[in-house]
């Protein structure tokens, strides 16, 4: 008679390996929304200054030439005026764009002016809570806007704001041709009607 086979006692699957579970992001208390880069628009302008460089017969006496005065875009087909701004290029910082569309929507080239101003941006190297404080010679923005876009699918665009003073006179160098050469339908308005109706470079006295 043939012996029995031994009995085998199957062995124990080993355990699955389970993925750590990330921890959950730290809740802020304040609504937050994540947009990834297709869904939002970087742009940049400036607020454009310079000190007025025309002087009269009528008005050399009168403190006129070296008055500051600010530069406003009228678009022609809207009646509205507007500030010199742009979209930010790849590989381009924000304040880059600032002064390069700057340039050319005015054709005026400029440099970001440093201001004393409030700020919640710490100092280089220095680790401190977040607060305002008030800091001299800086270049930060000024301001910044947030468009929501998303009720016509296009996500939100961040425009930031600086503040620029003029470094040229935009009126016939070729620092003017330059940025008039990569104008969208600018024009300076000494110079007349803004090529194709649209936009005129103003400077306005009373800011």
């Given at each position: 008679?043939?012996?029995?086979?031994?009995?085998?006692?199957p062995a124990p699957?080993?355990?699955?390996?389970?993925?750590?579970?990330?921890a959950?992001?730290r809740?802020?208390?304040?609504?937050t929304?994540?947009?990834?880069?297709?869904?939002?628009?970087?742009s940049a302008?400036?607020?454009?200054?310079?000190r007025?460089?025309?002087?009269?017969?009528?008005?050399?006496?009168?403190g006129?030439?070296?008055?500051?005065?600010?530069?406003?875009?009228h678009?022609?087909?809207?009646?509205e005026y507007?500030l010199?701004?742009?979209?930010?290029?790849?590989?381009?910082s924000?304040?880059?764009?600032?002064?390069r569309?700057?340039?050319?929507?005015?054709?005026y080239?400029?440099a970001l002016?440093?201001?004393r101003?409030?700020?919640?941006?710490p100092?280089p190297?220095?680790?401190t809570?977040?607060?305002?404080s008030?800091?001299?010679?800086?270049?930060?923005?000024?301001a910044?806007?947030?468009?929501?876009?998303?009720?016509?699918?296009?996500?939100?665009?961040?425009?930031?704001?600086f503040v620029?003073?003029?470094?040229g006179?935009g009126?016939?160098?070729?620092?003017?041709?330059?940025g008039?050469?990569?104008?969208?339908?600018?024009?300076?308005l000494?110079r007349?009607?803004?090529?194709?109706g649209g936009?005129?470079?103003?400077?306005?006295?009373?800011v």
């Amino acid at each position: 008679m043939a012996s029995p086979l031994p009995s085998t006692t199957p062995a124990p699957l080993p355990a699955p390996m389970l993925e750590p579970t990330p921890a959950p992001l730290r809740s802020t208390g304040y609504p937050t929304t994540l947009f990834f880069s297709e869904d939002f628009v970087v742009s940049a302008g400036c607020v454009l200054f310079r000190r007025n460089p025309t002087a009269t017969t009528s008005n050399a006496n009168t403190g006129e030439r070296g008055r500051l005065e600010i530069c406003v875009l009228h678009d022609l087909k809207t009646d509205e005026y507007v500030l010199p701004k742009g979209r930010k290029d790849v590989g381009e910082s924000i304040a880059e764009a600032a002064v390069r569309e700057t340039f050319e929507e005015t054709g005026y080239p400029c440099a970001l002016l440093p201001l004393r101003m409030p700020t919640r941006a710490p100092a280089p190297g220095v680790n401190t809570p977040d607060a305002v404080s008030v800091q001299d010679g800086i270049s930060e923005p000024l301001a910044v806007a947030v468009r929501d876009m998303r009720s016509g699918g296009q996500g939100i665009k961040v425009v930031w704001w600086f503040v620029a003073r003029a470094t040229g006179y935009g009126s016939g160098g070729s620092g003017w041709r330059e940025g008039a050469r990569h104008a969208d339908r600018v024009g300076v308005l000494r110079r007349g009607v803004a090529p194709g109706g649209g936009r005129m470079c103003v400077w306005k006295a009373n800011v």
